[in-house]
């Protein structure tokens, strides 16, 4: 059964970069297209982007020019990166598997990054 | 981008009754519609692809329908459990866009 778990700091300086990882367990992460989705307190989703090794990757506009996606085969797991962090981009952060490239499935846990000095 | 808009937004409901959540999609979107359930502190939970593909495991009160702009999440005989903020996706192009959400309240 495919897992993910992400993981990361909680808590990042305003105009520092957020890293997070997401760890597959179940599979190989080679294998599938990865997502992630963003979540303020209280507020909806934001998709932030999808990767996938072979290439066609493709990231929200609205943060395309902050965010890098990228894999670790060695490791299985894959990442994010999101420089340049204001307030706004605090939330609790989601990885999920994007099955057949186009629906969620399963999501991570999640993982609360707070921006703050 | 493709907007979609959910209605209601909340709606608080008693066991058993039927529970109909619509998104509406600002253009054409075919059938690259998903629906989620995210219940209080965890993550979002698939309960339907493709707009009425069902997925394994998901109980059957559950499903979908519609196609092109209009969708709608069906819960039939609504449960206690099903207490939640549910959200449709569409993947019909990028960016991909969520719905605002629909919380649903066992009265």
């Known amino acids: 059964q495919l897992q993910l778990q992400e993981s990361g700091p909680g808590l990042v300086k305003p105009s520092e970069t957020l890293s997070l990882t997401c760890t597959v367990s179940g599979d190989s992460a080679s294998t599938y297209y990865w997502s992630w989705i963003r979540q303020p307190a209280g507020k909806g989703l934001e998709w932030i982007g999808r990767f996938y090794i072979r290439g066609n990757t493709n990231y929200n506009p609205s943060l395309k020019s902050r965010v890098t996606m990228s894999i670790d085969t060695s490791k299985n797991q894959f990442s994010l990166k999101l420089t340049s962090v204001t307030a706004a981009d605090t939330g609790v952060y989601y990885c999920?598997?994007?099955?057949?490239?186009?629906?969620?499935?399963?999501w991570g846990r999640g993982t609360l990054v707070t921006v703050s000095s | 981008e493709i907007v979609l808009t959910q209605s209601p937004d909340f709606q608080s409901v008693t066991p058993k009754e039927k529970v109909t959540i619509t998104c509406r999609a600002s253009q054409s979107i075919g059938s690259s519609l998903h629906w989620y359930q995210q219940k209080p502190d965890q993550s979002p939970k698939l309960l339907i692809k493709?707009?009425?593909q069902s997925i394994s495991g998901v109980p059957s009160r559950f499903s979908g329908s519609g196609s092109g702009t209009d969708f709608t999440l069906t819960i039939n005989s609504l449960e206690a459990e099903d207490a939640a903020a549910y959200y449709c996706?569409?993947?019909?192009?990028?960016?991909?866009?969520f719905g605002q959400g629909t919380k649903v309240e066992i009265k």
């Open positions: 999920a598997r994007a099955a057949a490239g186009f629906w969620l499935d399963p």
């Open positions: 493709y707009a009425s």
């Open positions: 996706h569409q993947s019909s192009s990028f960016p991909w866009t």
